[in-house]
């Protein structure tokens, strides 16, 4: 395998600079404040309803003209390619300067390209149980580059430490009606819903400090496995009973365990989204969760299947990332995601000012790289990629 470090720009999807070489595009009315000094939006102004019809792709993402490059507003693709064809050619003398031509050449192609809706909504559970491999990352940009496009997206915060929630700017404290209240009180969801206040057609359900002890409530409860399922399906129908609009999408953003928060985002969900980290043990700890999955398959929910793996903190200058995600896309030929997320300051900067990378620095490598996940995403065949639940090796 070539070393990847001596050959910086073979993948667009991968930009093999360093991180200093995003094109900073921030949206400055937010970069100087961090989440903690951030005012909230009272509980009051709360509106779980969505603001139009369809939100704008282009008018939604007003930085993507960042990094001097203009964007080619709406979906035209012939456009597109003809502006991205006039930029000057930069060889792989300066990669500093060839990664800067390869993220304008992308932020052309992809900034403010709508997408087309799916014939009805696509609910999606973001899974892993090892902790930080990126899943909520994935989740909250992910919704948000979705809802940017002009997609109607909701985000369920299913993991106690409510780090979804907190990207997504919205309360989630103590006193904020949350997903506790929807799968232990049976509160209806529409009711905790937030809209994400940067961005429109994103809506929320937040998890609060409550949901760490839901664990062990559910366990005694009854229908514990399918209280999500209920919830979510019970609104869906309450919309289409009101003659109000449906979301497009749905994220379960998990814990990182395979306890019954987990397994109610699998019952309720058709799609399972698996985030991988480009790292050593990347592998570990996956056919546990490819077995349970399985096994709900089998016992609980029949329509799940892994649609989509993201390989994600991808370090091209490393050759363990590329080999990890060889590997990965060796066992898993139709499920992984073309787009690799690259590691990248950006992504994990953003949420400390309560924002996806998608608002917070919309011309950096790994907001673009998010976009081109979620377009893919919305793009690919759902029914292709299914039932690939257990590694290639054993086929
Ligand atoms: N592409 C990335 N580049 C840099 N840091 C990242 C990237 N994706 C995630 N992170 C950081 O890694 C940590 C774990 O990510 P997170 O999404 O919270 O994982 P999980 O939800 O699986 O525990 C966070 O601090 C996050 O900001
Ligand atoms: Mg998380």
């Known amino acids: 395998m070539a070393d ?28 100087s404040s961090p989440a903690s000094s951030r005012a909230s939006s009272p509980a009051s102004s709360r509106d779980s309803s969505w603001a139009s019809s369809r939100a704008s792709a282009s008018a939604s993402v007003p930085a993507a003209s960042g990094g001097g490059v203009a964007v080619v507003a709406g979906g035209d ?32 192609a992809l900034a403010g390209r709508p997408l087309a809706p799916p014939p009805r909504t696509r609910v999606l559970t973001v899974a892993n149980q090892k902790g930080g491999v990126g899943k ?12 940017q496009a002009g997609l109607r997206v909701v985000v369920l915060d299913s993991d106690p430490q409510g780090n979804a929630s907190t990207a997504l700017g ?11 209240d929807v799968l232990v009180e049976e509160v209806p969801l529409e009711e905790v819903l937030q809209p994400c206040p940067d961005v429109p057609g994103l809506l929320c359900a937040p998890a609060t400090i409550d ?88 016992h609980l929910n029949p329509g799940l299947h892994v649609s989509s793996i993201l390989l994600t903190m991808y370090d091209a200058r490393t050759r363990l990332a590329a080999q990890v995600a060889e590997e990965v896309r060796e066992h898993f030929p139709r499920s992984v995601l073309r787009t690799t997320v690259p590691r990248s300051v950006r992504v994990s900067e ?5 924002q996806t990378v998608m608002t917070y620095d919309p011309g950096s490598s790994g907001a673009l790289s998010y976009l081109a996940a979620a377009q893919e995403l919305a793009e690919r065949p759902t029914s292709a990629t299914a039932a690939e639940s257990t590694p290639a090796s054993g086929r």
């Open 4 to 31: 990847r470090s001596d050959d910086p720009g073979d993948d667009p999807d991968v930009p093999a600079a360093p991180e200093d070489a995003d094109v900073p595009a921030r949206a400055s009315s937010r970069a």
């Open 77 to 108: 693709d012939a456009q597109r390619a003809e502006v991205a064809g006039s930029l000057p050619e930069v060889d792989d003398s300066t990669p500093l300067a060839r990664e800067v031509a390869d993220d304008a050449r992308r932020r052309i």
């Open 136 to 147: 909520t990352t994935t989740t909250v940009n992910l919704a948000a580059a979705l809802a």
């Open 170 to 180: 919205v309360e989630h404290h103590a006193e904020v009606p949350g997903l506790y």
């Open 211 to 298: 949901l760490a002890g839901a664990e062990i409530e559910l366990v005694s409860m009854v229908a514990r496995e399918t209280r999500l399922r209920v919830a979510v399906r019970g609104y869906l129908e309450r919309c289409e009973a009101r003659g109000e609009l449906r979301p497009d999408y749905v994220f379960v953003d998990c814990p990182p365990s395979l306890g019954l928060l987990t397994l109610n985002a699998f019952v309720c969900a058709e799609e399972v989204l698996i985030p991988i980290q480009c790292e050593y043990y990347a592998l570990e700890g996956l056919s546990q969760l490819l077995k349970n999955i399985d096994m709900i398959t089998r």
């Open 350 to 354: 953003a949420p400390s000012y309560g």
